[in-house]
């Protein structure tokens, strides 16, 4: 079965540099999740799209933004990197829908990103 | 901040079953279980899902409390593939996953 997919699955950038990540969604999900997993830590959610819509914020900074296209991939952007912004980012899809209990996340394999 | 408390780490024994328990004493009762894992620096994988009912698919069993307050993940038959950190975790529908510690789970030779 088709899986989530990230791109770059690798990147390193200098400090100040911008990055932006890509995912793309199991095929119909219309919801994406995005998460930052730092060095010997758990997963932090970032932000959430619905149907293009965000839906829902966490800890994301304010450097960073996100949007959802009409094909339901969603890019992730960070600008003016810093050193701590180097961690393994994940984004999850999921189908939200009846019957409610479907909106199970299923997670990529994620975007190492190294801050020099 | 996670709604569940697991034990930091387990050990397991090649072929035997691996229950791993889990702690959410402040349960809502619109609120499922998940149970999710992940391998060394790979993306977190589902595993099972609950709510009232105990359940069981092609990877695992989920048993969970008639008051809701724990469950047990169970692995049948663990092999070495199945060393990982397990997260349970708990949320309403349509709401983003909170990881909290998990278990660090070791299947031993």
């Known amino acids: 079965a088709a899986g989530v997919i990230q791109s770059p699955r690798h990147l390193i950038k200098e400090k100040r540099e911008t990055a932006t990540l890509k995912c793309y969604p199991i095929?119909?999900?219309?919801?994406v999740y995005w998460y930052q997993q730092g060095p010997g830590q758990d997963p932090q959610f970032l932000i959430s799209f619905y149907e293009k819509m965000q839906s829902d914020k966490g800890s994301i900074p304010d450097r960073f933004s996100a949007q959802q296209f009409s094909d339901y991939h969603s890019e992730l952007n960070m600008s003016s990197l810093e050193l701590g912004d180097s961690a393994l980012y994940f984004c999850a899809s999921s189908l939200s829908g009846l019957p409610k209990h479907t909106d199970t996340q299923y997670f990529g394999p994620g975007t190492r990103l190294t801050v020099l | 901040d996670a709604k569940t408390t697991q034990p930091t780490s387990m050990d397991c024994a090649e072929g035997r079953a691996a229950n791993l328990p889990c702690n959410h004493s402040t349960i809502s009762g619109n609120e499922y279980v998940y149970w999710y894992r992940q391998i060394h620096s790979q993306g977190p994988q589902y595993i099972i899902h609950?709510?009232?009912n105990n359940e069981t698919n092609e990877m695992a069993s989920l048993i969970i409390t008639e008051d809701r307050k724990s469950s047990t993940l169970i692995l049948p038959h663990a092999t070495l593939r199945d060393t990982a950190v397990y997260y349970c975790i708990v949320r309403y529908y349509g709401q983003n996953f909170v990881f909290g510690p998990g278990t660090r789970l070791s299947v031993l030779p």
């Open positions: 095929p119909r999900h219309d919801t």
């Open positions: 609950g709510l009232k």
